[in-house]
């Protein structure tokens, strides 16, 4: 009788739906093997985020989930990262619709990387080996991407680049007869002279060849003092072309730097009873053999973080992000550690943002001079210039706004999973005014947007493009619409497309 039962159960079908599929190589259509297939429900739909990896045949299969509507994305190393259904390198994906008991099979397209191909010569044209080059991303100032050695005969080749322009720009190199100085393809030391360079994925951008200039490279040496004996210290140099971090005790050195501008932060953390400590230490390095710094630490002025608008609020468990603004731009965020309504930093330019909460909305900001953002706008990341012991004011609302609608396409039917961008906008100064926000509709097109702080923004939907610059977010024919305090607006777009 249990065999019996068994068999029956056996026999029943699953009462989840199936996707199945492939990953393949997009320029030559072999299979992938060991690609993670990754699928994440929309808004409203009610299935697991779940992933695989595919088989030796490149195959994957995810057996009895819930109908719905998902994304699917795909990620191999070696291989830029997709999602089912996008358009282009950057359009968003679209989602797999699931009935129930229903069978899905697609097929996924991974494209390689770019790459950047070329010699480092000298000035008999002959290849300089083991040469540092170095790829950035043509922003200013210009941010690292990759970097690489030449061979013995002097070739390079820069791959895992997405597709865009890039700068190509050699390490500055001290030989036994000389040095050579850190060199732009097109033979320059200077960023505004050096020559683009454009990326393709699946594609190699060739003969890029770069001959460094001869110069007088320095050394920039120094002798750490921290405020505690045994304080291991975080050196980290900096200039518009990078940051260099090492860890020290004592002395240091920075090897081989051509002549510029830099800027030295020194960081012992707080450890045990001892309080954080720092040092902020700009110079200029000229034509001197080498320039020495002695760094004397100090202990991390405090910053005050107050909070008004809202009874209650614990400033010590707001989170707050923060990043840096130096030579070489922003740093990557971090979570700004704040105790006894107070966070230690060390001199500098920073950038603060609260992180977002649906509970409240920042609607006012003050800095340590009692300086507003240039914007006006609270809600995204505010400046400020901390020299010393200095104070923060934040001005919150526990009524934040929020906009709900439909996106419909073409034929007026609602498209399902359609992004729906939001752009904080200054129309004084004609100019985003914070950072993209980003959501998706649900199965029924339908998106909401909550915690929203009164102000301009320009909502528009798209499967052209997934963060448009603000010069593309123009061209999508963005919707003007101005939140309330504590009013949910409905707002329903039509899908735009670039022209």
């Given amino acids: 009788m249990r065999s019996l039962l068994f068999l029956l159960c056996a026999a029943l079908p699953l009462p989840g739906a199936i996707l199945r599929g492939y990953a393949v190589e997009h320029a030559t259509g072999k299979v992938l093997a060991r690609t993670r297939i990754g699928i994440q429900p929309l808004p409203g739909t009610s299935g697991p985020t779940l992933s695989v990896y595919t088989n030796g045949y490149g195959g994957f299969e ?32 679209t989602p797999v619709i699931l009935a129930q008991d229903q069978t899905v099979t697609i097929s996924v397209r991974l494209p390689r990387y770019g790459a950047i191909t070329g010699y480092v010569v000298d000035e008999n044209d002959v290849g300089l080996p083991e040469h540092e080059i170095i790829a950035y991303r043509n922003t200013r100032p210009p941010r690292v991407a990759a970097k690489v050695a030449t061979d013995d005969r002097g070739y390079f080749r820069i791959w895992g680049l997405e597709p865009g322009s890039y700068l ?29 360079v454009q990326v393709a994925l699946d594609d190699d951008t060739p003969d890029v060849r770069v001959r460094p200039v001869p110069g007088k490279l320095h050394n920039i040496t120094g002798i750490v003092m921290p405020c505690f004996p045994g304080q291991t210290v975080t050196l980290t140099l900096v200039s518009d072309m990078g940051r260099e971090t090492i860890t020290t005790g004592s002395a240091f050195g920075f090897n081989s730097k051509p002549p510029g501008n830099y800027e ?62 130096d030579l070489a731009g922003e740093s990557e965020p971090q979570a700004l550690r704040v105790v006894n309504g107070a966070a230690a930093l060390n001199p500098g330019r920073y950038e603060l943002r609260l992180v977002p909460s649906p509970a409240y909305v920042a609607v006012d900001f003050r800095g340590p001079r009692l300086e507003r953002p240039e914007s006006g706008r609270a809600d995204g990341w505010v400046e400020i210039l901390v020299r010393g012991p200095g104070a923060t004011r934040w001005a919150l609302s526990d009524k934040p706004g929020a906009i709900h609608g439909i996106v419909t396409g073409s034929g007026h039917d609602p498209v399902p999973g359609a992004p729906v961008l939001l752009e904080p906008w200054d129309p004084v100064h004609n100019q985003r005014a914070g950072e993209l926000r980003t959501v998706r509709a649900d199965a029924q097109g339908r998106y909401q947007i909550y915690g929203l702080a009164p102000g301009n923004y320009r909502i528009l939907s798209t499967l052209d493009v997934e963060s448009p610059e603000p010069g593309e977010f123009a061209a999508l024919s963005p919707r003007a619409i101005q939140v309330e305090t504590g009013r949910d607006q409905q707002m329903d777009l039509d899908l735009s497309a670039l022209r």
């Fill in 168 to 196: 190509v720009r050699t390490a500055g190199r001290r030989y036994e007869d000389g040095d050579y100085l850190p060199t732009f393809y097109r033979d320059t030391v200077r960023v505004d002279e050096a020559g683009p």
């Fill in 264 to 325: 030295l932060y020194a960081e012992a953390p707080p450890e045990r009873r001892l309080p954080a400590c720092g040092a902020y230490v700009p110079f200029a390095l000229d034509e001197r053999d080498a320039t020495s710094v002695n760094v004397a630490l100090v202990r991390m002025a405090d910053l005050a973080i107050t909070f008004e608008g809202i009874a209650g609020i614990d400033p010590n468990r707001v989170p707050i992000q923060v990043r840096r603004k």
């Fill in 62 to 93: 995810f057996i009895n989930i819930p109908a719905g509507a998902y994304l699917v994305n795909a990620a191999r190393r070696g291989f830029a990262p997709v999602q089912y259904g996008q358009k282009r390198w950057g359009a968003p994906g």
